[in-house]
Structure formats: C-alpha cells, structure tokens
C-alpha cells in the first residue's frame, strides 16, 4: 500500500506530481532523484523506515525541527514531516529545494 503524499503549498504539489515542473526547476539529475525520494516517501510509513531508504535521509533538528530531509541534488533537499490522517500515516513535503537557514 502506498503512503499518502500531501504538500503545504500548491507549487510543492506541482513539484511532487509534475515530471515536466521538476525538470526545469532542478534539471535532469535533479529531477530523477527527486523521483527516487517521492517512491521512498510512498514506500515508508515510518521515519524509520525512510531513514533506511538510499536518500541520505536524515533529521533535521535545527532547521526544520521533528522533519526528515532527504538528498535532492547538490545542497537542494526535500524535507518532510510524518503525519497521521484518519489513522493513516501520510508524508507532509514542507519543502524542495535550497531549505537550510544557514
């Protein structure tokens, strides 16, 4: 069964579903693995379970507090939170791209 993605804005959404949107905003390399990353996140219902995945998924304490972030393309990450949504777990993407403070 495959875990529910949601996204905070409507452009992240786009970005999640738009093979063409992520093609231009991270090109080719970029675009690919942000594929990978989104089959990870459908895969995983557990933090645990994504950490375990080939994305360099790690916690993002500072930042992005209680949220995961996983490799995208050079510095560029996708950060995601775990949700409960009628007793399902669902994967919230908070954001895609350059999304470190420091």
């Known amino acids: 069964m495959a875990v529910r993605l949601m996204a905070r804005t409507k452009r992240l959404a786009r970005l999640i579903r738009d093979d063409a949107m992520r093609q231009k905003e991270l090109g080719a390399s970029g675009n690919k693995r942000l594929r990978r990353r989104i089959g990870e996140l459908r895969a995983s219902s557990t933090e645990d379970a994504l950490m375990a995945c080939p994305g360099k998924w790690h916690r993002v304490p500072y930042d992005w507090p209680g949220c995961l972030a996983g490799t995208v393309t050079g510095d560029a990450r996708i950060i995601v939170e775990l ?18 403070v420091h």
Not at 83 to 100: N, S
Request: aromatic letters at 12%.
């Open 83 to 100: 949700r409960e949504i009628g007793g399902e777990p669902a994967w919230l993407v908070l954001e895609i791209g350059h999304a470190y």
